[in-house]
């Protein structure tokens, strides 16, 4: 039996914000290459690690807040939406897939 599954590209969506980096989007996405400076708290000891390996401490702490602003809005969406989805689902559990018998796989 098929079931009706709504899957987004969530990962392939930029985040677009007043604070864009070249790593994380576009350049022509981001007006200006704005930027807005801000404290941010970490352990001693990633920072001394993440420095030694010679990482963008900046940059990687805004890709990893875009991948948490990508992830909050998918599980938004899909809580959003977990109704029509089931409903979708239970209408082609009992009345199977539309047009199934045009199919030829």
């Not at 009706?4 to 022509?28: G, V």
């Not at 690690?49 to 969406?77: C, D, M, P, T």
Request: charged share 15%; glycine share 4%.
């Amino acid at each position: 039996m098929y079931q009706f599954q709504l899957k987004y590209s969530f990962d392939a969506i930029y985040i677009l914000s007043k604070s864009c980096t070249k790593s994380a989007i576009p350049s022509s996405a981001c007006p200006n290459g704005a930027q807005k400076r801000t404290n941010l708290s970490i352990t001693e000891t990633l920072l001394v690690e993440a420095k030694s390996l010679g990482i963008n401490i900046s940059q990687s702490a805004e890709w990893g807040i875009n991948q948490a602003i990508v992830n909050a809005r998918k599980e938004q969406w899909l809580a959003e939406n977990s109704h029509s989805i089931a409903s979708s689902n239970g209408y082609i559990k009992q009345h199977g897939l539309p047009l199934s018998q045009y199919r030829n796989f």
